[in-house]
Each structure stands twice: as C-alpha cells, then as structure tokens.
C-alpha cells in the first residue's frame, strides 16, 4: 500500500503533475464545482480507483468495504489523519457514485504511471509464470521485482498492509473478473509477475 510520502514523490513528476492537474480540473468542473483539493490528493483519489472498482464489483459497497477505502484514502491525503473533513475522502464519494464515468480516464493515467515509473520490458523476461515454477521461486521473483512495481500491484488489489504477496486467496467471482478487467486497463496483464499473482487467486 502506497504511503502518503510515497504519492508525494510520484506528483514531483512533471509529467504526471501536468496529467493529475488536467484530470483534477475536468472533475471539479464536471462532478463537484465545490471540491478543493490538491494534485497530491487528486492523484491519491486516482490511485484508489481499482480498489473502489473491486469494492463495487457487485454494484454495491458494503459497509466493512467503506470502512478499508476510507481507511486507505485518510492513508493517501496529504495530512488525511489529521483532518476531520479529508479531502480524498470526500471526493472518493463523488468517485463512488460515478465510477463509470471517470474510471477509464483514471485507468489511462495509471497506465501513463506505470509505464513512466517501471521498465516493463525488464518484467516481461521473466519466466515465473510457465509451468512449474515453485512458491519459492515466485517469492524470491517478488522480492527481486521493482518495489515501486510490486507497490502499484499490492496497492490497487489488497486492502491490507500485512497480506502476503505470493500467498493464495479466495475471493468472490465478481471481484475475480474486476481485477482482470482493471489489469487489462492499466497495462500490466500480460506481465509474468502478474500472471503469477493472478493464478493464486482462487474465484469462489
């Protein structure tokens, strides 16, 4: 899961200031003329758009899933612990009832991100996800993965700071088809890594 520090240094990219600032605008004009929040904010909403996409694979939040995005977002803001009224928190709602109207744009500059940030072509070369390969050697696959590339994966499909990377888990079909769907929208499906994570879900 991302740290507030963390988003911090992503938005001192110019490039992806420039994209997060654009973004930030069209949604304040188009969805809450009265929000007021920064691009490192803005960029922490974006960043929240796969796990609010997995948290309403059922058309639905529940109100244990509200509680974890809530938690993530306060995680993500600028001083979001601090503050009574956060607010990623308060645009994450907006997100929430609209998801289907701005998730595509924030997917695009999520796959924007990542291609800035990780060398995919590196990953590719990677055969961790052909048959036979052991638990150990996916972990040991893991730990030597780019961190900020294992960072953008743990952080878009886990709600949980301690859950294992390389460990199975269950999950409920709809979400299953979610995260594959969000996967193919960023650009990061065909990565062996990937696949690998993938496989140690288990649809129930």
Do not use: C
């Not at 922490?44 to 796969?50: A, V």
């Not at 990623?88 to 997917?107: C, Q």
């Not at 960023?186 to 879900?201: N, Q, T, Y």
Request: aromatic content about 10%.
């Amino acid at each position: 899961m991302f740290t507030e520090n963390e988003i911090g240094a992503l938005i001192l990219d110019a490039e992806i200031k420039a994209a997060t600032k654009k973004l930030k605008e069209e949604f304040i004009e188009k969805e809450a003329p009265f929000l007021e929040i920064s691009e490192h904010d803005f960029l922490s909403l974006i960043l929240l758009t796969p796990s609010v996409g997995i948290a309403l694979a059922n058309n639905s939040v529940s109100l244990m899933e509200e509680i974890a995005l809530n938690r993530k977002a306060r995680k993500y803001s600028k001083g979001g612990y601090f503050m009574k009224q956060d607010p990623v928190v308060t645009a994450m709602g907006f997100l929430i009832k609209h998801y289907d109207d701005w998730s595509d744009a924030f997917y695009a500059h999520i796959k924007h991100m990542i291609a800035l940030t990780v060398d995919k072509a590196q990953l590719m070369k990677s055969e961790i996800d052909l048959e036979g390969a052991t638990d150990e050697e996916y972990a040991v696959e893991v730990l030597k993965a780019p961190f900020i590339f294992i960072r953008f994966v743990s952080s878009f499909f886990s709600n949980s700071e301690d859950e294992d990377f390389a460990a199975e888990r269950k999950l409920p079909k709809d979400e299953y088809a979610r995260i594959k769907e969000i996967m193919e929208k960023i650009g990061i499906a065909d990565i062996p890594l990937v696949k690998k994570f993938v496989s140690k879900l288990i649809p129930k």
